[in-house]
């Protein structure tokens, strides 16, 4: 089987995957880190009342064009409006937020002013109509589209939320994933670990990972490199999850036979990209067309090869089955252009998401050097890392100075 590219890989998953179709609705509180189920358009005005922008004077324009002093009458506090009326020649005091008073139609803010005893304010400034004053619905108009379906919910778009007094929204439900790892030589973090065993980090890489997503997770622990097992367990997971994600097993030693029970127990799209690290991954589901299927990802069993697969295809499958639309799915891997402050090495062939760290240098410029060791294995480069170098298939060697794509990471690896 041909090395299917990363972005025909990515197009043909989320091509086969399925929209969420259920929905639930929570408290806005309860809505940290879940997707959107409708757009949701603006009840009010934001601001609902033109307001100040500055501590200073409300007035009219028009009654410091004939002098630079006013008489101050009132004061107008955020909360506690000045509700008088001003006749020619008067200002009111007014703070940030508060209410403008009838009539004036500019605030000018208290550095540029003077005090001159009886209420006597002196203007340094005239200042233009408007100045200084919020005008209603100004953030957002009442009408207004302000997120649409599939939008997630954070520390951005929920306070948006709440300014509106919208107190609950309906939302998608979590995803439901299931996590194992294969192999007789992994051990389980925690316990001693024996001669010629290795500690499982995939497994609790992808959880950490899973976590920062919101999903909630079935964790099966190692498997053991028996096929009657994986077998069961595989049909346990099309019973209780949404999403099956293994690690390991999808090569092709001996003892890979994850893709063989998925092909009885399933169907596998593919299960080899092209793309380094991280070629034998697989994707199928699990299930035939007529009973309940499960998505299942199947990582590569090299630490690096995994967290790589899994931010590049798991990431946005997991996006798109949670209900994301296609604008914020875009926006979890994100490019840009810098200059490589070093040599790197590459083979032409597959497209290589080397580990680096990106920065301004003396001029402005975005530079980027690699982190430590590139192998799959050497996942300690990950810590010092702030970025994939991403080289395409087609390109070798790069010399320093040379263009390249890079793509900073998100909060998945943060």
Request: contains cysteine; proline residues 6%.
């Amino acid at each position: 089987m041909a090395l299917l590219p990363l972005t025909e890989a990515l197009q043909q998953m989320l091509q086969q995957l399925p929209l969420p179709k259920v929905t639930e609705t929570l408290a806005l509180n309860a809505c940290a880190n879940r997707i959107l189920a409708e757009d949701i358009f603006s009840p009010i005005n934001v601001p609902s009342f033109d307001n100040s922008a500055m501590d200073g004077y409300a007035v009219r324009v028009s009654d410091l064009a004939q002098g630079n002093q006013l008489t101050q009458i009132g004061k107008s506090f955020a909360g506690n409006p000045f509700n008088g009326e001003l006749k020619q020649g008067e200002c009111v005091r007014i703070m940030t937020g508060a209410m403008i008073p009838q009539g004036c139609d500019a605030v000018v803010m208290q550095e540029e002013t003077e005090t001159s005893g009886d209420n006597q304010i002196i203007f340094c400034k005239t200042p233009k109509l408007g100045q200084n004053i919020r005008r209603v619905g100004e953030d957002v108009k009442q009408g207004e589209l302000v997120l649409a379906k599939g939008s997630l919910l954070n520390v951005t778009t929920l306070p948006l939320l709440a300014s509106l007094g919208i107190a609950q929204v309906p939302v998608f439900p979590r995803l439901k994933v299931a996590i194992l790892s294969t192999g007789d030589e992994l051990t389980s973090v925690g316990e001693p670990l024996t001669e010629g065993k290795i500690y499982d980090t995939n497994r609790f890489a992808v959880r950490l990972m899973l976590e920062k997503l919101n999903c909630e997770i079935i964790d099966y622990g190692i498997l053991p490199d028996d096929p009657q097992i994986f077998e069961a367990k595989f049909i346990q997971a099309q019973q209780e999850a949404d999403i099956l994600i293994t690690s390991g097993g999808v090569s092709v030693g001996e003892a890979d036979f994850t893709k063989d029970v998925l092909e009885k127990l399933g169907k596998i799209a593919f299960w080899k990209i092209a793309m380094k690290p991280g070629k034998p991954f697989a994707f199928g589901k699990l299930g035939q067309e007529n009973t309940k299927q499960t998505i299942f990802f199947g990582l590569p069993g090299n630490p690096v090869s995994a967290l790589v697969t899994f931010y590049q295809l798991a990431q946005p499958a997991l996006a798109h089955l949670s209900g994301m639309n296609e604008p914020s799915i875009a926006k979890l891997t994100q490019n840009l252009t810098a200059c490589s402050a070093v040599p790197l090495k590459k083979a032409v062939g597959r497209q290589d998401f080397q580990r680096g760290f990106y920065y301004a240098n003396e001029r402005g410029e975005l530079e980027v050097k690699p982190i430590g060791t590139q192998g799959s294995h050497i996942f300690s480069a990950f810590y010092e890392s702030n970025c994939f170098i991403v080289l395409e298939a087609e390109r070798g060697a790069v010399q320093a100075g040379e263009k390249v794509t890079i793509q900073p990471f998100n909060s998945l690896l943060k």
